[in-house]
């Protein structure tokens, strides 16, 4: 598995990488087919917010599967282990499900830890120029842009994700592995851009965008 540790507003120390190389373990024990993990390091500069100043974000791609978990905590180690236990929440959930519905996926075996891939520093992408270009910049399957609006404070990230029509059913499980309350799809149903998002306890909602045009052609 190719593991990526990159740092936003922050240095990655040698000593971080070294720690996430050998915890990242957990993960290929639950999901030996996971490709790819990307761990993000970020610092919070408020001084009131020193209880929660190191953020970690992991992001994990196993076939067509993203699974996402992050924490905050006063320093990064204390944060990487809450996300870890998150994320290994998530994954266990996804091999579970994939045994107990055979969906067409290939059954995920636990054949124990294996050998994490060398720790690869990828440099934290520039900023583009104007915020014209984090709307209208052409972006691959995967590629992010940030762009900071002027002197504000404001930064708009926009990135580009593939994903194949799937039901209101898929869509939640999909927004419950990455850890978000909603979550954008197609719906297969309607062929819609669409949005599920969790309200509250067990209740769950559902958004469809459509244009004038289409609906009139449907009546």
């Known amino acids: 598995m190719e593991i990526v540790v990159t740092g936003r507003h922050t240095q990655v120390k040698q000593k ?41 974000e992991i ?7 993203v699974v996402r978990a992050e924490a905050s ?5 204390s944060a990487l282990d809450i996300a870890l236990d998150k994320l290994t929440l998530r ?30 520093e990828e440099p934290e992408a520039e900023p583009n120029n104007s ?26 990230r926009r990135k580009l ?4 029509p799937m039901s209101i059913d898929e869509a939640l499980y999909e927004m419950e592995l990455i850890g978000h309350d909603f979550f954008l799809f ?7 851009p669409s949005v599920v998002y ?7 909602g559902v958004f469809e965008i459509d244009t004038p045009e289409n609906v009139a052609k449907k009546k």
């Open 91 to 120: 994954l266990r959930r996804m091999r579970d499900r994939r045994k107990d519905h055979r969906r067409g996926y290939t059954e995920i075996v636990d054949e124990g830890p294996v050998e994490a891939a060398p720790v690869v």
């Open 131 to 156: 915020a014209d270009d984090a709307v209208a910049g052409d972006l691959g399957p995967g590629e992010s842009v940030e762009v900071k609006v002027g002197d504000t404070p404001i930064v708009i």
């Open 186 to 192: 197609v719906n297969k149903e309607t062929n819609r």
């Open 16 to 56: 971080f990488r070294d720690v996430v190389e050998t915890k990242m373990n957990r993960v290929t024990a639950i999901a030996p087919d996971a490709e790819r993990a990307q761990i993000v390091l970020s610092h919070e500069g408020n001084p009131r917010q020193a209880d929660t100043a190191k953020r970690v």
């Open 161 to 164: 994700h593939l994903a194949e």
């Open 73 to 77: 905590s006063s320093d990064e180690f």
């Open 59 to 65: 992001t994990v791609i196993a076939g067509r599967t």
């Open 198 to 204: 969790h309200r509250h306890g067990w209740s769950y």
